[in-house]
């Protein structure tokens, strides 16, 4: 079975583009969340998607947003891109809402230059 | 909101026990996380604690008190894979009804022959 993937795995992009990142969870899982990884810290939330709606949202500004579609999987836009975005961004997947178990995938690495 | 803490850096020797402590401040309790995360990989789910007690998963037991906002990952018979981050999470809940775990900046375990 194919854990969770995300596409592309690396990118670089320049100050202001927009860049759109994929997400596939999981057979079955009807769950996706997005978090950025910042090289030193734990993964910070940015949203969750269940049932292709949105059912949380963590603390980034608008320039963030994302969709589900009805297949589940995901994408995560970021607009007007800063260095600051330069992170890896990590989507996991689970069964349900409430997340007692998500599976992560391995992320995109992304660069702002 | 949600505060967790849990040391920065610890060394163990190879065959050894070691103990990470994570501490946490949250509302609406829903669980407790540990990930173990290789440098460059993602995330992978090592056990959850809803209730006060011990879980135990071969070489690895995860303690949790919710009444000491208090938690502890403890790895027993250590080998040089083990060498990893150690992330602890607190799901806590969301407008919306998501509990979205919330992630500690990780324990960087090195171990050492």
């Known amino acids: 079975d194919a854990g969770v993937t995300q596409s592309p795995t690396h990118l670089i992009k320049t100050r202001g583009q927009h860049v759109t990142l994929r997400c596939s969870p999981i057979s079955g899982h009807k769950s996706v969340s997005w978090y950025q990884q910042v090289l030193g810290q734990g993964p910070q939330f940015i949203f969750q998607y269940y049932e292709k709606e949105e059912r949380g949202r963590g603390n980034f500004p608008d320039r963030f947003s994302a969709r589900q579609f009805p297949n589940y999987s995901s994408e995560l836009n970021v607009n007007a891109l800063l260095l600051g975005d330069s992170a890896l961004y990590l989507c996991?997947?689970?069964?349900?809402?409430?997340?007692?178990?998500?599976?992560f995938g391995q992320g995109t690495r992304l660069t702002v230059v | 909101g949600q505060n967790i803490d849990q040391p920065t850096e610890m060394t163990a020797t190879e065959g050894a026990i070691v103990q990470i402590n994570c501490t946490y401040q949250t509302s609406g309790f829903n669980g407790l996380f540990w990930y173990q995360q290789h440098a460059g990989e993602a995330p992978t789910f090592l056990s959850y604690?809803?209730?006060?007690g011990l879980e135990e998963k071969g070489r690895f037991s995860s303690f949790l008190s919710r009444s000491k906002g208090y938690s502890y990952l403890l790895l027993k018979e250590l080998q040089m894979k083990d060498s990893a981050s150690y992330l602890c999470?607190?799901?806590?809940?969301?407008?919306?009804?998501?509990?979205?775990?919330?992630f500690g900046r990780g324990t960087s375990l090195i171990v050492h022959p």
């Open positions: 999470a607190v799901s806590g809940a969301l407008a919306g009804g998501s509990y979205i775990p919330t």
């Open positions: 996991a997947s689970s069964l349900r809402q409430e997340n007692t178990e998500a599976f």
């Open positions: 604690n809803v209730l006060d």
